[in-house]
Nanobody
Framework: QVQLVESGGGLVRPGGSLRLSCAAS????????IAWFRQAPGKLRDFVAG????????HYADSVKGRFTISRDNEQNTAYLQMNSLKPEDTANYYC???????????????????WGQGTQVTVSA
């Protein structure tokens, strides 16, 4: 199993930046894809960004493309989400997740991911 702990959320003003971290422990030496999802109250959990084990492939939701950057440091077993130019609509609980058996493409459906963190809240408001 893999344990995931998110951190770095908080309250920021529109246009501000946050850097989220996802620290992984447990079985972290296998080929695992990591993704960030977000969920606002009353909304479905949506894909934000994903990254392959090597970091060579990334995929972003259209709503965050050009503003967010996903990265990972396998030596530190940590994934990151750098969020710039934040908008109020980015407000949500952000979760990192692990795809236990990734295929050639980064998957974007929550049900396809095997392990989840507890989430970290991001609030964008003036």
């Amino acid at each position: 199993q893999v344990q995931l702990v998110e951190s770095g959320g908080g309250l920021v003003r529109p246009g501000g930046s946050l850097r989220l971290s996802c620290a992984a422990s447990g079985r972290t030496t296998d080929y695992l894809n990591i993704a960030w999802f977000r969920q606002a109250p009353g909304k479905l959990r949506d894909f934000v960004a994903g990254i392959s084990w090597s970091g060579g492939r990334t995929h972003y939701a259209d709503s965050v493309k050009g503003r967010f950057t996903i990265s990972r440091d396998n030596e530190q077993n940590t994934a990151y989400l750098q969020m710039n130019s934040l908008k109020p609509e980015d407000t949500a609980n952000y979760y990192c997740a692990v795809d236990w058996n990734p295929g050639p493409q980064i998957r974007t459906t929550p049900g396809e991911y095997d392990w989840w963190g507890q989430g970290t809240q991001v609030t964008v408001s003036a």
